[in-house]
């Protein structure tokens, strides 16, 4: 993905690469390593977030790479403890602070909870100052995003969301594209779910291209428009899960893995029970955590 000419085009002219990687659950030593290896097998989209605690191994990875700063598409995101106007604004500032960097490419609010539209705002006004190219959200849902349509003097460029054969975010998706507002997709591989890679169709079509299932799966979001963010910490599977680049989809088999959709979130699936406002409350009524204290 070294190559910008095959970076796609958001909604705000910036140009994303069309995969990325991601660094949930890693830890600091683990995140900077893997990073390293995302970087050096040519990944140019780093996601990581306030939230994974890792902000600051990113940055080290990004500047032992050698590459440029303009050579790397970042993104983190702002949990709903620090929304609102002021607080977003300071959180941006201490994000930058933790990353090593002057600006992100893409700021995104985390989840749809408290304060968004001030923190919007915050966006807004950090875009205006080069502080972030781009923004966006994730998890939000309908109100939300078109609480954010209706009061936003910025568009959002990109919404991530969970995305994969067993759960295609149809009806999400059909809102983002009346703004042409860019799929960023998570858990893009199922977040290690072996019957994903089990599936039949999709062992067909990988022995049929001579590809793995993770690759079949990486093209198929690829060609449906989407930026999947695979994670990893195994080299191969990193350098192995940008290798799709040499072979396309039939729109049969295309369709065959649109056929897979369940409609069943993994995310959803572990809050069974739980309703919106227990959910907020995760989020809203917690110590606020001490992301500078990270290595
Ligand atoms: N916005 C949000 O709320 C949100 C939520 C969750 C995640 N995310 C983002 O999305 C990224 C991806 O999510 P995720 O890590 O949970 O899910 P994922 O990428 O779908 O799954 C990662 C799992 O798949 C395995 N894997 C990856 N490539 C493989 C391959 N080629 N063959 C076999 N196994 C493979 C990894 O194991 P190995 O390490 O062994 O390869 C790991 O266990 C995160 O890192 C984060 O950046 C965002």
Redesign the pocket.
Known sequence: MTDKSTWRTLNDGNKIPPIGF????MEPDECEKATTDALAAGYRLI???NAYMNERAVGRAMRASGLDRSEIFLTT?IMPIDFGYEKTAAAIDSTLARLGTDYVDLL?L??RFGDYLGAWRAMEEALDAGKVRSIGF??FEEPQIRDIYEHARIMPAVD?I?C?PYFQEHAIRAILAEKDVQVEC???????DARL?AEPALKDIAASHGK?V??VILRWHVQEGFIP??????PE?IK??LDIFDFSLTDEEMSAIRALDTDRSY?ADNLEGVTEEQHAAMFLNVEHPDYDAQK
């Open positions: 991601g660094v949930f659950m996601d990581t977030a995101k995104l985390h989840i994730s998890n991530q969970e994969h998570y858990y893009p591989v199922g977040h290690g890679f793995s993770a690759q963010l695979p994670k990893s910490t195994n599977h192995a899960n995310f």
